[in-house]
């Protein structure tokens, strides 16, 4: 499901930015490069981002600036990595984690 | 010292009153660095796409994201040095920032320091509040407005202030459907221009309501709702269950008040402006002299009003280092302070004015106590 948004009555989206692709979960992801990893990857239609280590509950996206930690993937083998914060660039392997 | 380490004014913080803070030093001669942890400056003014309001010297009628630009351009052509991918990580007692940037820690020393670090959303909690599909209504407004993605179809918002307003309207013009807007409290808290313009495209605002649970396997598909009475105990009889996939939580902002609280500024807790937040006084001064405060982290309030905060920290702490005369500061103070009182009007204005002058009564009560105590 792509959950880009198409028509807006004032913003342009689509103007000029360079697509690219990065792996989700073993999943072809496309995503504009610079955008936040998290954008690309709600784009595809994916809320699960990681389980949590005890209870095994999924957590997705909560406050979209870095600060509650709810969206951490492995991105590249660096765990932990604040997806809402880091831009996309071509060919990263992103994976959910426990923690 | 390496000239790279030391500054003379330090400003954390790129929003908007960042952005001003650093503009006004710098205009009066003052060698400024601004540092923001985010790749692009301007906080969260690029998500507002709506016209502020206010007078038209607030930039009334302008979209939010139109002021950032204006900003951008003024900080290109000044002479401040701009630090992105910047986290400030420590406040040292001898005015040392800790910075961390690209996996390097680097000291900056600075005789004045503004920070201007912004909030962060309350966040609520009931039963199935961290499912996938539940975000902040300002995380919403930054996926929407920002990146052009629209993380649910079908949205309860959660608080009638002016965020949850504006971005349920946004998730509208963005194409998403509105189910409704719960308050727990029996009025409209936001402005009623903001209210009237969903309910005109058919969105319910209820009054009365709240959220009890997020419903769903792995993200939300369900939230339920029931009316409150003044004391907030629940009407079970009046629950109801919406098919939604998205529920946004809009109940307040609280200042990031961390890195003051590290730099032993005085916090006092303010309930209306969000929580605990740095003391202040008039002049936008710390209960720690070399360092200043503005924006959302001195109190919950507009961009408009974190503007004008931001341009007198920074012309205050200009004048503290003596780049600007006595009789010019109290000139362009005066004429801030104006503004600010303007902006401070109104039955929402009104409140946040009576906070603002607590807070300069609790500064100068503390300066008092600590002045016969004999220390700083």
């Known amino acids: 499901m792509n959950r880009r948004i198409r028509r807006h009555p004032i913003l342009e989206f689509d103007t000029g930015r360079a697509r ?68 996309v660039e071509d060919g990263m392997v992103v994976e959910s984690q426990r923690v | 010292m390496r000239p790279e380490t030391e500054t003379e004014l330090a400003v954390v913080g790129a929003g908007p009153a960042g952005l001003c803070a650093a503009i006004e030093a710098a205009r009066r001669g003052v060698r400024t660095t601004l540092v923001d942890e985010n790749p692009r400056p301007g906080g969260q003014l690029f998500k507002q796409i709506h016209k502020f309001f206010g007078s038209h010297r607030h930039g009334a009628g302008v979209r939010g994201f139109r002021i950032g630009e204006e900003l951008l351009a003024e900080i290109e052509r000044s002479d401040v040095r701009v630090l992105l991918d910047t986290v400030v990580f420590g406040f040292h007692d001898d005015n040392t920032l800790g910075l961390y940037r690209g996996g390097t820690v680097l000291p900056l020393r600075a005789r004045r320091t503004v920070l201007a670090t912004g909030a962060l959303e309350k966040p609520l909690t009931f039963r199935g509040w961290t499912l996938p599909g539940v975000m902040g209504a300002g995380a919403v407004q930054t996926m929407i407005n920002l990146h052009g993605v629209l993380p649910g179809a079908r949205v309860l918002m959660v608080g009638s202030g002016n965020v949850g307003l504006i971005v349920a309207y946004q998730l509208i013009q963005a194409g998403a459907t509105v189910v ?104 936008m001064k710390s209960s720690r002299p070399e ?32 780049k600007l005369s006595r009789r010019e500061y109290a000139r362009l103070a005066e004429e801030i302070m104006d503004n600010l009182a303007e902006l401070r009007l109104g039955s929402f204005g009104e409140e946040r004015r009576r906070c603002k002058d607590e807070i300069l009564l609790r500064y100068r009560s503390l300066n008092a106590a600590e002045a016969s105590a004999g220390g700083r």
């Open chain 2, 180 to 283: 409704a807007v719960v308050e727990a409290l029996p009025a409209v808290s936001g402005w009623h221009v903001h209210a009237a313009k969903i309910r005109r495209l058919g969105v319910p605002v209820l009054l009365s309501h709240t959220v009890l649970e997020a419903r769903g396997g792995d993200s939300v598909e369900q939230a339920v709702i029931a009316p409150i009475d003044g004391r907030c105990r629940i009407d079970g009889r009046g629950e109801r269950r919406l098919d939604v996939d998205l529920v946004c939580i809009a109940v307040g902002l609280r200042p990031l008040s961390e890195l003051a609280e590290l730099a032993r500024c005085r916090l006092g807790f303010v309930a209306p402006l969000g929580g605990f937040l740095p003391l202040h006084d008039e002049t």
């Open chain 1, 20 to 87: 690219v692709h990065i792996t989700v979960n073993g999943r072809q992801v496309e995503a504009f490069a610079g955008e936040p990893i998290a954008a690309a990857i709600l784009a595809a239609g994916i809320r699960v981002f990681r389980r949590t280590a005890r209870l095994d509950s999924p957590r997705g996206v909560y406050c979209a600036i870095g600060r509650c930690t709810d969206c951490v993937m492995t991105v590249d083998g660096t765990p932990s990595v604040r997806t809402c914060v880091t831009p």
């Open chain 2, 291 to 322: 360092v200043y405060v503005a924006g959302d982290l001195a109190g919950i309030e507009e961009a408009s009003t974190a503007m004008e905060e931001g341009k007198l920290a920074g012309l205050s702490a200009a004048r503290s280092l003596g």
